[in-house]
């Protein structure tokens, strides 16, 4: 094995919406004690879910019979249905909404366009969280799209009230073809005013595309349910360099190794620095060289923690 070098993307890793929701758990613990609820897996990420847990955070499927009535309850970055929000209600659970801003915006133009009488084409992958809740907003006025070729089976009455919105976490590429052939079959269709693809899941792409060209070898750090982070593979890949998603170093066959000289390293938009440090020290242990940064670009955005959580240690400082 001859690694010449180490190739870090950036930018890589946490995106604004994900500390958001990751400090909202931590908070809320701290304020609260254990346990907190959490409705889903707070981010896509092993590691994270498993530190949380071992803080005292109970991560469940639902809220029925899962929560008891008046607890502390956090719901996940990827947002939930007003269904969801009625059922939490209900049961009288003291919710704190940690659902990313960014998605919120996908849920606030979906209310709008179905206010208006648009049926929405929604592009998404099925069964994730961010589409349920999404489309749970108006599911009388959705329908679901994953490729160009569930976009060639639509049919509409002439005359129909077109709009689309997109998943946050797709890969850009993937959403701009699909867009381009919504166009293309209903040239009415409208959308929504920005993008509806998050920054960091756009410049995450952006990185490791010109990243990948200069690789043997890119491996991705995030989970198998993290949309984003299989995005980054695809990408590697569709730039000429081989690709795996792993969740930590333990993960690195040593066949991947053979006769590879220069290795990027990225991680999903859900996965901690912490991870990347790892799978640095262990290529080190192999012989590799000190990693140098690749930065593409640098990203600034920060979110305000929920309201909850910022009045809650607005009083625990003043006490």
Known sequence: MA?????????????AGVNRAVETVERALDLHGAPVYVRKEIVHNKHVVETLRDRGAIFVDELVDEIPAGAITVFSAHGVSPAVHADAQERGLKTIDATCP???????EAIK?????????????????????????APENMVLVETEADVDELDFPEGAKLAYLSQTTLAVTETRDIIARLRERFPTITGPRTDDICYATTNRQAAVKELAPLCDLV???????????????????ENGSASYLIDNESEVQESWLEGVTTIGITSGASAPEELVERLVAFLRER?????????VLREDVRFMLPKEIRQGMAAAAGA
């Open 3 to 15: 690694i010449e070098k180490i190739l870090l993307a950036c930018p890589r890793g946490y995106c």
């Open 113 to 137: 366009f179905a206010k208006d009488d648009y049926t929405i084409v929604f592009i998404g992958h099925g069964g994730h969280e961010e589409v349920e809740g999404t489309m749970g907003e």
């Open 287 to 295: 012989g590799a060289p000190e990693p140098e940064d690749f930065e």
């Open 219 to 237: 491996l991705v750090l995030g989970s198998q349910n993290s949309s984003n982070s299989k995005r980054l593979v695809d990408v590697a890949k």
């Open 102 to 108: 960014l998605v919120t915006k996908v849920h606030r």
